[in-house]
């Protein structure tokens, strides 16, 4: 059965993915590049990169997904909407190759790009989303890319099969953090903590009904 | 020169110290004895115990200590203070065996136990505090004892040397929570992360410039 799942998601000590405030100039706010230099530093991210645990996690993101979903926030920053222009952070080849779903209160028609990623929008509850992504996906996962916000109420509503979060060693202090409203969440998971020589550690929570 | 430490103060991922209502049939709230069962298993704890990691971390949380900061909610339930008898959670011989400074806006005279523990009930500033701690100790460390709100109160007016949190998997949701207030605490410290077979991960704070 295909599995929704959680990668690469990075967060500080008190569980931000992402600082404030988040603009065009700054896609993180005050965070800046910090949640995500572990995975710029791997061969995921550069081929001079290194191979090893960070790597190792960084490798799953892609492998046998078939779909993303994302939230408004981090398809764009605060009033895209506004922009009939704005096509996503990512140029005209995104790096997600597959059908690509939008969660935004404001939707506007499908939008293809090259390299298969085709953005759709969508303003739907987090099973109907899925249920779209899951189809759109072809028998294969999906990916539930962020930001917190989305990973949280997907979580919360008990669609998420497989979470991996990267804990940086900052303190964020405020922006969008992940925890907030998923208390007792270990009832639901499994979950193993390793710590990497980067400084960072990798949490994965791993579904207990999960076939 | 003597430090201040803090030991074997075990939070949740969310960053939470205790759960709520902290009462006297349940001195953590809701967390109950979770955030503490990776101790009671060590050897530091219990002969029996383990001799790993975690006792390795746990053992150090006497060692060259001779006095203690803790604040009101660790020495007792809501309205302790209400209480002329209430002489702490510990029993007549408590564990700390030096002299032990509450932190309270209702201080009472000092209190002589077993086994060396005086308690001294003071309402001070942080740093007031520290030098009386000091002071008693004769050359020897402070241990900040937590909870939540004494750590990141000596942590954010810059009195905290060394910071041993043990990260345990369990998302709590409430209670007192000790990154409130800690945005950019890795400016000050060098941080580093270990998890152990247990499930927990050790966090150390070394600041920068302790000698
Ligand atoms: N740390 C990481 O690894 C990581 C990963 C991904 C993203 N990020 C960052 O996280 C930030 C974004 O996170 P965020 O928590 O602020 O927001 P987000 O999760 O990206 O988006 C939340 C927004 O999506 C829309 N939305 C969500 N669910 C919806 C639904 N069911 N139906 C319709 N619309 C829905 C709403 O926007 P509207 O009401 O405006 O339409 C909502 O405010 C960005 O800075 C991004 O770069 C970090
Ligand atoms: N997880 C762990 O490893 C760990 C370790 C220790 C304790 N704990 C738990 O943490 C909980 C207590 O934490 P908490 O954050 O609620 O409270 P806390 O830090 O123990 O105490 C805070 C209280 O101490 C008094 N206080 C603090 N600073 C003061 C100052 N400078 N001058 C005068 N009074 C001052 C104030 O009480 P008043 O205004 O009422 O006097 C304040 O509300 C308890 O459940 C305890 O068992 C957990």
Same mark, same amino acid.
């Given at each position: 059965?295909?599995?929704?799942r959680?990668?690469?998601?990075?967060i500080?000590?008190?569980?931000?993915?992402?600082?404030?405030?988040?603009?065009?100039?700054?896609?993180?706010g005050?965070?800046?590049?910090r949640?995500?230099?572990?995975?710029?530093?791997?061969?995921?991210?550069?081929?001079?990169?290194?191979?090893?645990?960070?790597?190792?996690?960084?490798?799953?993101?892609t492998?046998?997904?078939g779909?993303?979903?994302?939230?408004?926030?981090?398809?764009?920053?605060p009033?895209?909407?506004?922009?009939?222009e704005w096509?996503?952070?990512?140029?005209?080849?995104?790096?997600?190759h597959?059908?690509?779903?939008?969660?935004?209160?404001?939707?506007?028609?499908?939008?293809?790009m090259?390299?298969?990623t085709?953005?759709?929008?969508?303003?739907?509850?987090?099973?109907e989303?899925?249920?779209?992504?899951?189809?759109?996906a072809? *028998?294969?996962?999906? &990916?539930?890319?962020? /930001?917190?916000?989305? !990973?949280r $109420?997907?979580?919360?509503?008990?669609? %998420?099969?497989?979470?991996?979060?990267?804990?940086?060693?900052?303190?964020? *202090?405020?922006?969008? &953090?992940?925890?907030? /409203?998923?208390?007792? !969440?270990? $009832?639901?998971?499994?979950?193993?903590? %390793?710590?990497?020589?980067?400084?960072?550690?990798?949490?994965?929570?791993?579904?207990k009904?999960a076939g």
């Open positions: 059965m295909p599995h929704a959680v990668h690469n998601f990075s500080s000590l008190d569980g931000f993915a992402t600082g404030e405030p988040q603009s065009l100039e700054a896609p993180f005050h965070a800046g590049e949640l995500h230099e572990w995975m710029f530093a791997t061969r995921f991210w550069d081929e001079s990169g290194s191979a090893g645990v960070d790597d190792s996690f960084a490798q799953r993101n492998v046998g997904i779909a993303e979903i994302m939230g408004a926030n981090k398809f764009g920053p009033e895209w909407q506004d922009d009939p096509k996503g952070w990512w140029g005209d080849n995104p790096p997600f597959s059908p690509t779903f939008v969660l935004t209160h404001r939707p506007r028609p499908p939008l293809a090259e390299g298969g085709t953005y759709h929008f969508l303003d739907a509850s987090p099973a989303a899925l249920a779209a992504a899951f189809e759109a072809d *028998g294969q996962d999906v &990916r539930i890319g962020g /930001g917190a916000t989305v !990973v $109420d997907f979580v919360a509503a008990g669609l %998420v099969d497989f979470m991996h979060l990267v804990q940086v060693p900052i303190v964020l *202090g405020r922006g969008s &953090r992940v925890w907030d /409203g998923l208390e007792a !969440v270990e $009832d639901d998971y499994g979950i193993e903590a %390793v710590s990497a020589p980067s400084g960072v550690t990798h949490l994965t929570f791993t579904r009904s």
